[in-house]
């Protein structure tokens, strides 16, 4: 089958979260999905969805469009999943969006594929590099750009992008920021796979760490986050209320749009 036919297929099953798309597959899927679309001619957007991006999407009418828009939106947090067969579709993974980069990482050096990298502070932008290009040999790192830039260096940057053409472009502004900035210059992008990955330069850098896998793989990634940053609990409290609403929405008290191609 023609890989455009698998991506299709793969995409196809979906649940609807809050009105977000969120697409029911594996990392290896979601790996497979980014290789195929680097290879072809239209830009494919991913977005890593975590609960309060969702969340924030229900009160920011844009942000939930363009998670809407999107080619891809995975399961980025265990409240997504969880959410996700609470409203019938289940997602049979979480697919961060660190892991996610790191696997597309992976595979743009073994396909030898051109990589640019956009945002974060110029420091921690550099360590990254250093370590991406060490940690992962063959990777061709074309082009960069920290996220420390004004509006006036936009089309520079840009042209510098339509210039070099990417296979695979890393925006780290964090979200919602990334999520707009990609959506917004989508059409002037040439034809690439853009995924917006948040603070996931800082930890390949070394200046984050995330937590331990046992705490990853039990859902609790973002109890370390607060453990290790208590300025996150105002944003955890959150999760509750994302929960609050997804039962809502399970139990068909309150609809969100696009809920009716949620188990298509």
């Not at 979480?94 to 980069?101: I, P, Q």
């Not at 070099?164 to 059409?187: C, N, T």
């Not at 955890?236 to 191609?261: H, I, N, W």
């Amino acid at each position: 089958m023609h890989a455009n036919n698998v991506g299709k297929r793969k995409q196809r099953k979906r649940a609807t979260v809050l009105g977000s798309p969120v697409n029911c597959l594996t990392m290896a899927e979601a790996v497979s999905l980014a290789c195929d679309a680097w290879r072809g001619n239209q830009v494919f957007h991913i977005v890593t969805a975590n609960a309060e991006m969702i969340y924030t999407g229900t009160r920011d009418r844009e942000l939930e469009k363009i998670i809407q828009a999107a080619e891809l939106v995975t399961a980025d947090g265990a409240g997504v999943v969880l959410a996700s067969r609470l409203v019938g579709c289940p997602a049979p993974e979480r697919v961060a969006g660190y892991d996610l980069m790191i696997e597309c990482l992976k595979e743009a050096a073994r396909q030898q594929v051109p990589v640019y990298l956009l945002g974060a502070h110029p420091d921690v932008l550099f360590q990254a590099l250093c370590r991406a290009t060490d940690c992962y040999p063959g990777l061709r790192v074309v082009g960069s750009q920290h996220g420390y830039f004004q509006a006036k260096e936009e089309e520079r940057i840009l042209a510098d992008i339509q210039r070099i053409r990417p296979a695979l472009l890393l925006v780290a502004m964090g979200a919602p920021r990334q999520e707009k900035w990609i959506y917004r210059h989508k059409k002037a992008l040439p034809p690439c796979t853009v995924m917006g990955v948040g603070g996931s330069f800082d930890v390949l850098a070394g200046k984050s760490r995330r937590a331990p896998l046992w705490m990853q793989k039990a859902g609790l990634e973002w109890f370390y986050r607060i453990l290790k940053e208590p300025g996150r609990l105002l944003r955890a409290r959150v999760l509750p209320v994302f929960m609050f609403y997804v039962l809502l929405q399970a139990l068909g008290v309150k609809r969100f749009p696009g809920e009716q191609s949620s188990r298509g």
